[in-house]
């Protein structure tokens, strides 16, 4: 079983940034693919980014360019670093892992950025 523990959301003004981080337990994380998605009020819970065990990494059409996705294997962690933040990015932030078929979620940090 591997837990997932997000930080680092919060209230930020429209322009600012702000970077979450996602902590794994085990033993697991340098071969987990890992993710964040999003849910915004009302609407279905969307990909944000994800980062492969080689470190290559996608992003959603919508935060290419703000947002970057990096992982330190050492430290079993998975950080997206978020700038020029807008409103529509406000969301509750997910952190997602992929190993094997088993599919692991974190509790979610809040992303609210203010007009």
Avoid: H
């Avoid at 915004?40 to 492969?52: H, M, N």
Wanted: with cysteine.
């Amino acid at each position: 079983q591997v837990q997932l523990v997000e930080s680092g959301g919060g209230l930020v003004q429209a322009g600012g940034s702000l970077r979450l981080s996602c902590v794994a337990s085990g033993s697991t994380f340098s071969v987990m693919v890992m993710g964040w998605y999003r849910q915004a009020p009302g609407k279905q819970r969307e990909l944000v980014a994800t980062i492969r065990i080689s470190g290559s990494t996608d992003y959603a059409d919508s935060v290419k360019g703000r947002f970057t996705i990096s992982r330190d294997n050492a430290e079993n962690t998975v950080y997206l670093q978020m700038n020029s933040l807008k409103p529509e990015d406000t969301a509750v932030y997910y952190c997602n892992a992929v190993y094997g078929v088993r599919n692991y979620w974190g509790q979610g940090t809040p992303v609210t950025v203010s007009s």
